[in-house]
C-alpha cells in the first residue's frame, strides 16, 4: 500500500531498536463508501497488516446511510480473521438506535465502540451521547472517538465523561491534536483516557510522548490512511527519542490495547516523562520544517517540489557532521518522493505524503540512528 515497499527497509530498522513487541493498531477501517474516496477491504487490511505481524481493532469507514450494514461486515471480517482482527461497531448517535445497535454487536462479538463527531456532525453534550457513555461503562467497553481535526475541542467533554462512568475507557483518536495543549495537565487523573497515534505530525507524536503517562498511549496507524511501515518510523521512533523503557515501548505497542479490548484493567506504567528529556537539534529541525511543510502541501493539494528542495538544501551538513546519517537517510527519501508524481490518484498521492512524513520524523529524532 502506498510506499511501504520503499518504507520496509527502514520500519524494519526501527523495529530491531524496540524490545521484542507484538503490534496491535487500535485504529484501522474498511468499507467502500467513504465520500472522501479511500477504500479498503478486510482482505487489503490484513495484507497490509502482515508484514509487520501487526493485530489490529477495525470499524467502518463513514457510511452516509446508515452502520448496520457496515457493523455486521466488520464482524464477519474479524471474526473469519483468526484473531488478527478485533471488532468495534460504529454509531451514528442520532440516528435510529444506537444503544441498541451496540447491544447487537456486542452480542455478536464487538470488543469496543467508534463515534466519529466530525463525520456525523454531533456534539458529545447531546443526550444519546451519553446514553452510549452509560453503555460502555456498563460494559467496560473502549470508545474510540474522531479527535483530529475538522472538529471542535472535545476533551473537556470527555474527561467528565471518564470521571462519572469509570468503567468506560476512552481513546482519542489522532494523538487528541483538538485538545493536546492542555489536556496533558490533566490526564494524571483519568486513567482511563487513552491517546493512539494515528497522526502524520512527528512534533504531536513528540509532545504526545512527552506529556502523556505512556500506558495511556496506544499504536494506531489509521490504515487505509496510514500503514504499519509509516507508524513505526513516524511514530515509535518519536517513543525511542522520548526514551521510553523496554516495558512502556511494549505496552504502546500494543499490550495495553490488548487488556483493554478484553475487558481486563489496565496498567500504569508511570508518569510521563517530560519534555526535558526529548533533544531537538537545531539543523535537524529545519529539516523537519520544510519536510512538514511540504507533506502539508501535499495534504492540500499543492505543488511540494520547493519544499522538497528546500529540505534537502537544508541536509546538505557535511559528511563529518554528526547529523550525516540522518541526512543521508532523509535525501533518499526526498529522492523517493520526487519520483511518484502528484496526480489524482490517491494511492500515488498517498505514497509522496508517507514518504515525506517518515523524513520529518527521522528529522525529528536525532539520537535514534538509522541503518548505515
Not at 505514497?351 to 538509522?370: E, G, K, Q, R
Amino acid at each position: 500500500m502506498y510506499a511501504d515497499d520503499l518504507l520496509t527497509p527502514l520500519s524494519d530498522q526501527t523495529m530491531t531498536l524496540l524490545p521484542p513487541v507484538t503490534l496491535f493498531d487500535a485504529h484501522t477501517h474498511i468499507g467502500a463508501n467513504d465520500p472522501d474516496g479511500f477504500k479498503c477491504t478486510a482482505e487489503e487490511l490484513l495484507e497490509t497488516l502482515a508484514p509487520l505481524g501487526s493485530r489490529a481493532v477495525v470499524f467502518p469507514m463513514h457510511e452516509p446511510t446508515g452502520y448496520l450494514p457496515a457493523n455486521d461486515h466488520v464482524l464477519a471480517a474479524a471474526a473469519a480473521s483468526d484473531g488478527r482482527l478485533v471488532a468495534f461497531c460504529r454509531v451514528d448517535p442520532r440516528a435510529g438506535d444506537p444503544v441498541g445497535e451496540i447491544r447487537r454487536c456486542i452480542a455478536a462479538g464487538a470488543r469496543g465502540i467508534k463515534l466519529h463527531p466530525r463525520a456525523e456532525r454531533f456534539g458529545l453534550d447531546e443526550p444519546p451521547v451519553r446514553e452510549i457513555v452509560a453503555l460502555a461503562d456498563e460494559e467496560r467497553l473502549p470508545i474510540l472517538l474522531h479527535a483530529g481535526r475538522g472538529i471542535p475541542a472535545l476533551g473537556a467533554h470527555v474527561l467528565e465523561f471518564a470521571a462519572e462512568f469509570p468503567r468506560a475507557r476512552f481513546i482519542l483518536a489522532h494523538c487528541a491534536v483538538s485538545d493536546l495543549a492542555w489536556i496533558w495537565q490533566r490526564i494524571h487523573e483519568y486513567p482511563n483516557v487513552f491517546f493512539d497515534t494515528a497522526w502524520f505530525s512527528a512534533t504531536d507524536q513528540l509532545a504526545v510522548y512527552s506529556h502523556i503517562p505512556p500506558g495511556q498511549i496506544l499504536y494506531a496507524t489509521d490504515i487505509p490512511f496510514g500503514t504499519p511501515q509509516l507508524t513505526v518510523i513516524g511514530s515509535l521512533r518519536c517513543a525511542l527519542q522520548a526514551g521510553l523503557t523496554p516495558a512502556q515501548l511494549k505496552s504502546v505497542a500494543g499490550e495495553q490495547l490488548a487488556r483493554i479490548v478484553a475487558r481486563e484493567d489496565a496498567r500504569d506504567f508511570g508518569p510521563a516523562v517530560g519534555d526535558g528529556r526529548i533533544r531537538r537539534d537545531p539543523l535537524l529541525a529545519r529539516v523537519e520544517y520544510f519536510a512538514e511543510a511540504a507533506f502539508v502541501t501535499a495534504i492540500a493539494g499543492g505543488d511540494t517540489g520547493e519544499f522538497i528542495d528546500l529540505a534537502g538544501l537544508a541536509c546538505l551538513v557535511g559528511d563529518s557532521a554528526p547529523q550525516a546519517p540522518l541526512c543521508e537517510c532523509i535525501r533518499e527519501l526526498l529522492a523517493l518522493a520526487l519520483t511518484i508524481p502528484m496526480g489524482e490518484s490517491l494511492t500515488e498521492r498517498f505514497a509522496h505524503i508517507h514518504l515525506l512524513v517518515s523524513a520529518a520524523a527521522i528529522a525529528a529524532t536525532p539520537d535514534v540512528p538509522v541503518a548505515s
